[in-house]
């Protein structure tokens, strides 16, 4: 079986494959402080919760944007699984795709990965939006090259700069308000961040469209994403685990 790992800002992803199907899937917040034994314990109990013996996993791949934690989650591959990672973004990595920037080792692993997955299921041309903590429009071209993109702050980083920066605004949480207009502070908050954030969406995927010159297919993911996808006709699919099939579609890519 592969475990493949996709570090994020916010967390971390565990899942293990067991050919295409996805055997189990684990979340842990990303703290750089955390050591791989505390990685590993916790990780091999919920693995055998589920039936599964750690002695399972043949393989490994890592795909980062938080390099603070890299040198542990390698120590759990080596120590708990018994093999070397494959890590998005090292050398010697094949992704199938050209990176087309001027900084190409600027790009996060995460929004790579996106890409090799979106350009297998869906082809091209591609935006693939990712409601993450940050919320990134990545752009992937009809022979599923990278072109580039946009980042936004995410929708509850909105949230948290908005209660911090305004004294008389509480915290609130994110959903769909029933009306735009607001009849109090916290309905009228919800739905300047809600339809502020789609009109984001529908503003950037429109402008990104007619820079780019053809017809593209919106392809969502991330955990807020079934959220918006539901409340604008810009998004044409919605696959809550495009980063993870990305994984294994680099790996499979690698094996040989």
Not at 73 to 79: E, H, S, V
Not at 110 to 122: E, G, M, P, Q, S
Not at 195 to 215: D, H, M, N, P, T
Not at 219 to 247: K, S, W
Request: hydrophobic fraction near 45%; proline fraction near 4%; aromatic fraction near 8%.
């Amino acid at each position: 079986m592969l475990l493949a790992i996709d570090s994020g800002n916010t967390n971390i992803v565990f899942a293990l494959f067991d050919g295409e199907a996805i055997r189990g899937e684990w979340r842990s917040s990303t703290t750089t402080d955390r050591t791989a034994d505390e990685f590993g314990v916790w990780l091999t109990q919920l693995m055998a919760m589920e039936g599964i013996d750690r002695k399972q996993v043949d393989a490994c791949i890592i795909a980062s944007v938080v390099p603070a934690v890299m040198f542990n989650l390698k120590q759990l591959c080596r120590r708990y699984f018994g093999c070397e990672a494959l890590v998005v973004g090292e050398e010697g990595v094949d992704l199938g795709l050209n990176v087309l920037l001027d900084r190409p080792e600027e790009v996060g692993a995460d929004r790579l990965v996106n890409a090799v997955a979106a350009h297998k299921f869906y082809k091209g041309p591609l935006i693939v939006i990712d409601f993450g903590t940050a919320t990134t429009f990545d752009v992937v071209d009809g022979n599923g090259n990278y072109c580039g993109g946009a980042i936004s702050p995410g929708i509850n980083l909105s949230l948290e700069a908005l209660h911090a920066a305004a004294a008389k605004l509480p915290r609130v949480a994110i959903g769909r308000p029933r009306t735009v207009i607001g009849k109090a502070t916290v309905p009228a908050m919800r739905s300047g961040i809600y339809w502020g954030y789609v009109g984001l969406i529908e503003g950037l995927v429109s402008r990104i469209v007619k820079e780019f010159g053809q017809k593209m297919t919106v392809v969502a993911t991330g955990g807020l994403a079934p959220l918006f996808a539901e409340a604008t006709p810009v998004i044409d699919h919605l696959q809550g685990d495009l980063t993870l099939r990305g994984l294994l579609e680099i790996h499979r890519r690698n094996k040989a």
